[in-house]
């Protein structure tokens, strides 16, 4: 297993070394990829899939932005040890590459996509939709038919919305007909995609100066609406704090988590960072810390200044300050949210490119994923084809369904990259770089009974309801099959826990989440055998 491994490490190295002719630009340091981790852990979320999770756990949902908060953080620490130990791009799959071999490299490839362009339709959707709000109230009207998306709009019409003033409806409604096809399109959406997918193109220096200056703005703007809020926070609204239970806290799992995606797209840029197995750590943990702290506080703003039921909606926090009469923040707050969302954009548009590189060099892509752009020093093809998968996509779906496969492929990757630590061969301490610390096995087991004592003193109706859902009598099952295995292969705590954390959050996903995971896993499979089975540097020996 470790001479298998090693060899694997040759190779990702021997492949990158060849490409040194063509090499990227290293020129990111640990505060450039800490802002580059806020930029986008800090965008759709905050400003939007935040309200939908505290529309479902109420004050109370703050216990899972900890537990995601944790599971990243173990997470973090897997990617860590992996980027410390092949500072090379592709992030999660490159070191899939190296632990697991081609086949689950190609899967991780294939769930980052997910992650990455898929999540970043969502935020394009947001984006244009705080956008919309903006220019309204410049006095600058955008029809709802070139806001809207087409997938919303024809679900409202196929329900018999009896909501007529409703933007989908009026959308509907209003579009012109060509060919018997109402050309309804979030063309704001499109349009930044355009625009970030030129700024990525031109150059990593570019992308990062645009990046710190737009997190260095909505920082000051996040810290402000918490500031104001807590003036205005009725403390009525926390009792009940669970008003729905442990059960409706979890609800929020695929929009909570969601908040937190982006963090390891710091690693993505291995191969542009000086000194990368210091800095990268650093940058991913710094990063997450700060969100977690500011996702924390504004959930409990954000459900004391309003009903919790009342912030299911696009656009909690300027709801909030609406609620409140706070009219002169909420200004600020659309601009401020303009570009936090575009600042995530560029981000996840700089990561999927990096991704297609490293699968292209050893053979999963066509040849052309990998070339460097001669002058910008950018993975120019493939980031231009990172953004028409981001921007077709806008034009026939929609939010609800890119949030919820976002989420799920995401937590799949971070099970991946936990489960890839463990089968790492020891190694000895390195000076100045990332060395995973060791904790015993045996307290795997002990933490997951306090957890679960925990659940039985905060919800006793949903721990009982464990015993009846086949998904966490599954998970208990391997938490058991782990813990055990663990002690007699004194496997190291920290990745068991990172499983036992990300796999407990996809309990939470639901059924019509995993049709679709799969179903996009089978055509991921179709796509490797089609081509990189037979293409790549192993089938070629």
Known sequence: MWQIFWNNIRRTKRNFSQEEGHALHRVLGARDLTMLGIAAIIGGGIFSSVGQACASGGPGVIFLFILCAIACGFAALCYAEFSSRIPVAGSAYTYAYASFGELFAWIIGWALLMEYSIGNIYVAFSWSGYFTHLMENLGVHIPAWLSTDYASCSVAAASGNVDLQSREMLAWNQAPVILGLRMILDLPALAINVLITWLVFTGIKESRNASNIMVAIKLIVIVLIIGVGILHVDTANFKPFLPEGFGGVM????????????????????????????????????????????????????????PYKLLGVDDPLASALAYKGIVWLEYIVSISAVVAMASVLLVFQMGQPRIWMSMSRDGLLPKKFSEVHPRYKTPGFSTIITGLVVGIPILFTDEKFVLDFTSIGTLFAFVLVCGGVLLLPARKKEQGAFNLPYFKPVFLPIILLAIQVCIYVFSEKYFFSQFHDLGLLFYWSLMLILSVLGIIKNWNLIPLLGLAACGYLLTGMSANNWFWFFSWFGIGLLVYFAYGYRKSKLARG
């Open 251 to 306: 609800a929020g799992v695929s929009a909570v988590f969601f908040t937190f995606i982006g963090f390891d797209a710091v690693s993505t840029m291995a191969e542009e960072t000086k000194d990368p197995q210091r800095n990268l750590p650093k940058g991913m943990f710094y990063s997450l810390l700060i969100c977690t702290v500011l996702y924390i506080l504004i959930s409990l703003v954000l459900t004391g200044m309003m």
